[in-house]
């Protein structure tokens, strides 16, 4: 169950389910750019459960839509999607391009929060 075998508008839909939590079709369709059919939402919604990605629960005559995942364990699986692909799954690579962004402004907070990471990192053999 991969973000790699979503498409764009799949990707799209799955972003709307994780900021809502859940939803039914016609929120999804509401909050989708330039969506398309409302008929094309259900099969797409019901295309992403056949795939795993989602479930539903039956609300009246309504189907409510949720992830099967959080989004914590989507966003990790996505970044070593990312790490693989570009950085040669190199977890500095990855750091290293993200701090070299020119709009990448930390504050001291974040600063001493990767100094404090990095610090765990290096005490378990990492």
């Given amino acids: 169950m991969a973000a790699i075998d979503l498409s764009r508008r799949e990707r799209q839909i799955m972003d709307i389910i994780y900021r809502l939590e859940k939803a039914t079709a ?21 295309i992403l459960e056949e795939k795993g990605h989602l479930r539903h629960i039956q609300d009246g005559p309504r189907y409510v ?20 692909t570009f950085f040669e799954g190199s977890a500095a690579q990855a750091m290293a391009a993200l701090l070299d962004e020119a709009g990448a402004e930390l504050s001291t907070e974040d600063l001493e929060r990767l100094s404090q990471l990095i610090e765990t990192a290096k005490s378990e053999g990492r």
Avoid at 27 to 41: R, T
Avoid at 66 to 74: D, F, I, L, R, Y
């Fill in 26 to 46: 016609n929120e999804v369709m509401g909050l989708l750019p330039k969506p398309p059919s409302y008929s094309a939402v259900r099969a797409m919604l019901r």
């Fill in 65 to 84: 839509y949720s992830s099967t995942v959080t989004p914590e364990k989507a966003s990790r699986s996505a970044l070593r999607h990312v790490m693989s």
